[in-house]
């Protein structure tokens, strides 16, 4: 059964800082493109940022600069280093495997 599992949401400031993870399990982790989304109340499903098995990203114009994906495979985890957080980054995020989702972490920037 496969399980991916978010935390490290929370509140912050603008110009803050938040680091995502993502625990998986049941699936092959090294093998798997990991992903970041993200969905605002309201607005359709994003991605946010995306990582390959060989470790190649890619990330939303919206983040870029700003957020940092990376994974470490030992762990089965994927994680998502977000900075300088806006107020448009409020959000419910979402860790994706293939076809398999998480329950989500819910950033919320304010002041």
């Known amino acids: 059964q496969v399980q991916l599992v978010e935390s490290g949401g929370g509140l912050v400031q603008p110009g803050g800082s938040l ?5 998986a ?3 092959t982790f090294s093998l798997y493109p990991m ?9 359709q ?4 940022a995306s990582i390959t098995s060989g470790g190649t990203t890619n990330y939303a114009d919206s983040v870029k600069g700003r957020s ?7 762990r089965n985890t994927v994680y998502l280093q ?3 957080l806006k107020p448009e980054d409020t959000a419910a995020y979402y860790c994706r495997a293939v076809n398999y989702w998480g329950q ?3 950033v919320t920037v304010s002041s």
Request: some cysteine; charged content about 20%.
């Open 19 to 23: 680091r995502l993870s993502c625990a």
């Open 25 to 27: 399990s049941g699936i």
């Open 35 to 43: 992903g970041w989304y993200r969905q605002a109340p309201g607005k």
């Open 45 to 48: 499903r994003e991605l946010v």
């Open 68 to 74: 940092i994906i990376s994974r470490d495979n030992a």
């Open 82 to 84: 977000m900075n300088s």
């Open 104 to 106: 989500g972490t819910q």
